[in-house]
């Protein structure tokens, strides 16, 4: 009887079928993930090489200059 009992019980646990559909869930998950990243990718790498040509020509100026000509900073005493 008492293997019968084992067999019953095995039988009965549902905590396998939980596993399945977390399983089903996260693929789901990762598939829409994916998804949105091919969808997404094309148009950020066209605005990601817009913002570079358009940062490409700007002149930064170290501390101490003023003006875009890069003329050194005076103080008076």
Do not use: H, R, Y
Not at 6 to 29: C, M, P, Q, R, Y
Request: proline share 4%; glycine share 16%.
């Amino acid at each position: 009887m008492n293997f019968l009992n084992t067999v019953k019980a095995f039988a009965a646990n549902e905590s396998g079928a939980v596993t399945v559909d977390w399983v089903v869930l996260t693929a789901a998950i990762v598939g829409l993930g994916l998804a949105v990243v091919t969808s997404v990718s094309s148009g950020v790498g066209s605005v990601g090489t817009q913002i570079s040509q358009a940062l490409g020509g700007v002149t930064v100026n170290s501390p101490g200059t003023v003006g875009f000509g890069g003329t050194p900073a005076t103080t008076t005493p």
